[in-house]
């Protein structure tokens, strides 16, 4: 099945550093979401990418959905402590529903 | 606008017995999706209604169900509770068109003694 591998698992960074991590996957997808989990939520949508190539900025995060359509990267620029949380991507298993799959998250620990 | 809102938070129920859980969506949204979270499994897809009808299903087994109602609300059942039931249960709702953006809940803790 559609399996998509995240890494890296977790980071540990300091306030202002810039973090990138991504997700792989060996089929093709449609659209690449990404979301954050903090402790006792739900996941919330950060950024959502529909076109090949396609380059997406939500503040100081940036989202490119990749060439081959198998790829996305997430960066986060000058890192706060309110990044702290569980970054997942997730893309859906055919083009007209909603199910679906997710990464194993990256778990981002900001040092003040 | 109100968020996707799920209820209860917290459960705690023993094994053999059923639960009900509840989640109302953003207004105007028709798709409901439930997942389940666990720290080994990481997020999996249980079912997804449109319209009061199941249009996709994961792979869980039957003691998992759910439905939709007219106004798009929608509950998801487990009976014959098992310990390793024990997740976070979240729902996700989208206008369910082609692809949209999902939103989802705060989820609900259920715990499984």
């Known amino acids: 099945g559609q399996q998509l591998n995240q890494s890296p698992q977790s980071m540990f960074i300091q306030e202002g550093e810039d973090v990138s991590m991504n997700c792989t996957s060996s089929?093709?997808?449609?659209?690449w979401l990404w979301y954050k989990q903090e402790p006792g939520e739900g996941p919330v949508l950060l950024i959502a990418?529909?076109?090949?190539?396609e380059l997406t900025s939500n503040g100081r995060l940036t989202a490119q959905f990749g060439i081959t359509r198998k790829d996305s990267f997430l960066n986060i620029s000058a890192s706060i402590p309110s990044d702290v949380g569980i970054y997942f991507c997730?893309?859906?298993?055919?083009?007209?529903?909603?199910?679906?799959?997710f990464g194993a998250g990256t778990r981002l620990t900001v040092k003040p | 606008k109100a968020g996707v809102t799920q209820t209860p938070r917290y459960l705690i129920k023993t094994r053999g017995q059923q639960v009900t859980l509840s989640c109302s969506p953003i207004?105007?949204?028709?798709?409901v999706s439930w997942y389940q979270q666990t720290p080994g499994q990481g997020l999996q897809f249980l079912f997804e209604?449109?319209?009061?009808?199941?249009?996709n299903k994961g792979n869980f087994p039957g003691r998992f169900s759910g439905r939709q109602f007219s106004n798009s609300r929608s509950e998801m059942n487990v009976s014959t509770l098992e310990l390793g039931d024990s997740a976070l249960y979240l729902c996700a709702s989208s206008f369910g068109r082609g692809i949209d953006e999902a939103f989802f809940g705060q989820g609900t803790r259920l715990t499984v003694v």
């Open positions: 990418l529909y076109k090949a190539g």
């Open positions: 207004s105007g949204h028709r798709s």
């Open positions: 997730a893309g859906p298993k055919f083009y007209n529903n909603n199910d679906m799959r």
């Open positions: 089929s093709i997808f449609n659209t």
């Open positions: 209604y449109f319209s009061e009808t199941q249009r």
